[in-house]
């Protein structure tokens, strides 16, 4: 296993323009990519990904694990597959967590 590309902040509704507006304004983060419901910065060699999350009370960080066999690696984790928490739309990997609660998405590369 190794780091992925992409780490993802979900932020609740009413807190979501004033954390972008942090991350842009007061950290100077290069904006990469906006979508509807979310911010994409640059963060060195990933992505750092504010998303609006319009049912959540709190704030979670959501993490990218890179593995050439995404069900093996599951399997050694010992950790539950969740992939109930988004779509995983043309993904080859799984949705998890870790004992803290922490989601990480395992999944295979692609090339880019």
């Excluded at 979900?10 to 972008?20: A, C, F, G, N, S």
């Excluded at 993490?63 to 993904?91: C, H, K, M, T, Y």
Aim: charged share 25%; glycine share 8%.
């Amino acid at each position: 296993m190794k780091p992925g590309k992409n780490i993802a902040i979900k932020v609740p509704l009413h807190r979501w323009e004033d954390t972008v507006t942090f991350y842009r304004d007061q950290v100077g983060l290069k904006v990469a990519r906006e979508l509807d419901e979310s911010t994409g910065f640059e963060f060195g060699g990933m992505t750092l990904w504010i998303d609006k999350v319009r049912h959540q009370s709190q704030t979670d960080v959501w993490i990218e694990l890179f593995d050439d066999n995404p069900d093996a690696a599951l399997a050694a984790l010992g950790s539950p597959q969740r992939d109930e928490l988004e779509p995983l739309n043309g993904v080859t990997g799984h949705w998890t967590s870790d004992p803290a609660g922490t989601v990480i998405l395992l999944r295979k590369e692609t090339a880019a």
